[in-house]
């Protein structure tokens, strides 16, 4: 693989990190019952965008009140910092590609030390009373409600890119589908199975590394 042109797209939460830290965000701090937007978005009824802009329109804290809570919560998955390594060695293109929040992802990895990495997210913007307002663009400018993760899949293989595609929700199988190879957990993974996806099962990051290692 080394001669060929390699992208990497890696999710964020539940993906890089054991949990997902928007969620732990909305438990602590949002002013209404987010998780029924929640259930609308896992059934189908409504966008990620949508779920995003109102569950988070709940939130009423400044931006230093999320950051302290979402370092001082979040957890790792093992091996994430070997699996950086790895992709910069090789010359792999690593991207993080996630429908989170862009402040968080960013001051999470700055504060492992892994400020480098390509990040694109939910843009975020702190209003006055303290909600946040998100939006999500794709690759070439535009506001978009649903698939943004596909839509730098596509972007980057429109590039050349082989892409190679790390992931754990339901979010993420688009993406994946698009993919010339993928590492699943979690949802994502019984989706892949479901729906004859061919994957790589995955549990923490050296394994994604021991996986690729093995691509061709």
């Known amino acids: 693989m080394a001669d060929i042109k390699t992208l990497v797209q890696c999710d964020f939460d539940g993906t890089v990190t054991e949990e997902d830290v928007s969620f732990m965000l909305l438990d602590s701090y949002a002013r209404g019952d987010w998780r029924e937007r929640l259930k609308e978005y896992e059934a189908g009824r409504i966008t990620v965008g949508r779920f ?4 988070f329109s709940m939130v009423k804290a400044d931006r230093a009140s ?3 809570a979402a370092l001082e919560g979040v957890r790792i998955r093992e ?3 070997e699996f950086v390594a790895y992709c910069r060695r090789k ?3 690593l991207v993080i590609i996630s429908n989170g929040l862009d402040f968080y992802i960013k001051e999470i990895l700055s504060d492992i030390g892994l400020d480098g990495i ?3 997210a939910a843009l975020t913007s702190f209003r006055p009373d303290g909600g946040l307002d998100v939006r999500y663009i794709s690759p070439d400018g535009r506001c978009l ?5 596909s839509s730098y899949v596509s972007s980057f293989l429109e590039e ?3 892409v190679i595609y790390v992931g754990n929700g339901a979010s993420d199988f688009l993406a994946a589908s698009r993919s010339h190879h993928v590492f699943a957990t979690g949802t994502l993974l019984s989706h892949c199975r479901e729906r004859n996806l061919d994957c790589i099962p995955f549990d923490d990051f050296g394994e994604v590394v021991r996986g690729m ?4």
């Open 52 to 55: 995003n802009t109102e569950a």
């Open 66 to 68: 999320l950051v302290k």
């Open 79 to 81: 091996g994430f910092e």
């Open 91 to 93: 010359g792999f293109r």
């Open 118 to 120: 390509e990040v694109f």
């Open 145 to 149: 409600d649903d698939n943004f993760k």
């Open 160 to 162: 050349g890119y082989r």
């Open 213 to 216: 290692e093995s691509l061709r």
